[in-house]
């Protein structure tokens, strides 16, 4: 059966004279990373690939061999094929050892035949040793008679440049290794990521940085250090000591956070609130000795740092005795007082004359409301009057509640003339009960023609 196959696969054209070989890519990896030898491989029309095999070009006792990798001594995993059968013939290293450099072949079979290549992978391992690289001939026959080569090779290296900046300068990283392609990389700062490769430099980027490879941070450079210079910022003075007696030794220390350091130091103390003018040259040095506190030297100082990029200058700082001190400190306290006591009197002349409007809208509106019901003769009320008498010795005379109200009203009138003690006159305004117009207005005029709807009290008490 076997042979009638043959048969019919000669008889179709092309079917023996396809492409067959394999094509590779030499790669360069670092020590610690992982690499894929690029491999492809190719065969005629009608085979169906059966069987794939790596291996590794090993020295022996009599010249070069190959190895297949599943002899060779390595962990676990190391080598993994993750190609298919179908063309793509990928090899993984993992975890790349300097004893991984050199050359690798595939081969494969096929139902219809098999095939060894005589071409092969080149992997140059970069690491901090000399390695060895063998270079092989094309041809197989040859093979025991290749030539061969060393070079001291190198790991990922840093570089920042420049590695000396002032602020503001353009910084650039850049990462280089013993391979020509390098991997993805990623950039660190004293162990945090770094966003950006290129970047304006300012003082907090003063530091060390490293590279390593996107994915195998364990592989990384050495670090370098990136150092940037400004000039004097911050500038501060402190006074030693901090309670001054009159007569002590008074230290003045100019403090500055600059790169390089501060190197020249200059000090000035202000004779009049007004203008620069008035800064008068007292001393130069970080530390500003007054060696016997007097009133003479009492006023504000002021310390200028420089260096070789520029200078700065600290805020003005208060050199009194202790008595001076205390006075002045206590301006504030007063101060504070003071206005404490005016926002107080502000609010309560506030509140008075808010409780006195209030009175006053209250009494014109009820005034207005008792004048506009006396003249509204449309809307009449009912009243009563009471009048209290209180005669110095003689009764008062009671009047009859069913004479007639002229007759009352004499009485009244008569009781008045002849009492000069003081009379009080009540009012009180009751609204109807009714709520109907009609009846409302009626009712009133009935009560003016009815004088018994109006009701007239006296009271009178003897003493």
């Not at 600059?258 to 202000?270: E, I």
């Not at 003018?277 to 040095?285: A, E, K, Q, T």
């Not at 740092?305 to 005795?321: C, D, F, P, Y």
Request: net charge neutral; with cysteine; aromatic share 10%.
């Amino acid at each position: 059966m076997g042979r009638w196959i043959i048969i019919i696969l000669g008889l179709i054209p092309g079917a023996w004279s396809g492409k067959w070989g394999v094509t590779y890519e030499n790669q360069c990896a670092l020590k610690g990373t992982s690499v894929d030898l690029k491999c492809e491989y190719d065969y005629s029309f009608g085979n169906i690939v059966t069987w794939v095999s790596w291996s590794k070009a090993q020295q022996v006792s009599n010249g070069w061999t190959r190895v297949p990798l599943s002899n060779l001594p390595s962990p676990s995993n190391h080598f993994k094929y993750i190609g298919n059968y179908n063309r793509n013939c990928n090899l993984r290293i993992n975890n790349v050892l300097s004893s991984d450099e050199g050359a690798y072949y595939f081969n494969f079979a096929t139902t219809l035949g098999s095939w060894i290549s005589d071409t092969y992978a080149s992997l140059s391992v970069r690491g901090n040793n000399t390695r060895t690289y063998k270079h092989f001939s094309k041809n197989l026959r040859r093979f025991g008679s290749d030539s061969c080569f060393s070079e001291s090779v190198t790991e990922l290296i840093s570089v920042v440049q420049p590695s000396i900046a002032r602020e503001g300068d353009a910084v650039k990283l850049i990462c280089r290794s013993g391979c020509s392609e390098p991997k993805m990389i990623n950039w660190f700062k004293d162990g945090q990521r770094v966003q950006r490769p290129e970047f304006l430099a300012s003082r907090e980027d003063a530091g060390s940085y490293y590279c390593a490879i996107q994915g195998e941070e364990t592989v990384r450079s050495a670090s370098v250090a990136l150092n940037v210079h400004y000039y004097p910022m911050n500038v501060s003075v402190s006074v030693n000591p901090e309670h001054i007696a009159k007569g002590s030794r008074v230290n003045l220390t100019c403090i500055s956070d600059a790169n390089p350091a501060a190197d020249n130091y200059t000090w000035y103390k202000r004779t009049e609130p007004i203008s620069s003018i008035s800064l008068v040259h007292v001393g130069s040095g970080q530390v500003l000795s007054l060696p016997s506190m007097e009133s003479s030297h009492s006023g504000l100082y002021v310390c200028y740092a420089r260096n070789s990029l520029g200078e700065g200058n600290s805020t003005e700082v208060v050199v009194a005795m202790a008595a001076e001190q205390h006075g002045c400190q206590s301006l504030p306290i007063l101060a504070g007082v003071g206005l404490f006591l005016i926002v107080m009197l502000v609010a309560a002349l506030l509140l008075f004359w808010k409780k006195q409007k209030s009175e006053a809208d209250i009494t014109t509106n009820l005034d207005s409301r008792l004048h506009g019901r006396a003249t509204n003769s449309e809307e009449p009320t009912e009243a009563v009057y009471s009048n209290i008498h209180i005669p110095p010795s003689s009764p008062l005379p009671i009047s009859d509640p069913y004479s007639t109200p002229a007759s009352r009203g004499d009485v009244e009138k008569n009781t008045l003339q002849s009492s000069e003690n003081e009379i009080i006159y009540s009012t009180v305004t009751i609204k109807p009960t009714n709520q109907n117009s009609a009846h409302h207005k009626h009712s009133w005029s009935k009560g003016r023609e009815d004088d018994s709807a109006v009701i007239y009290s006296s009271v009178v008490k003897s003493s």
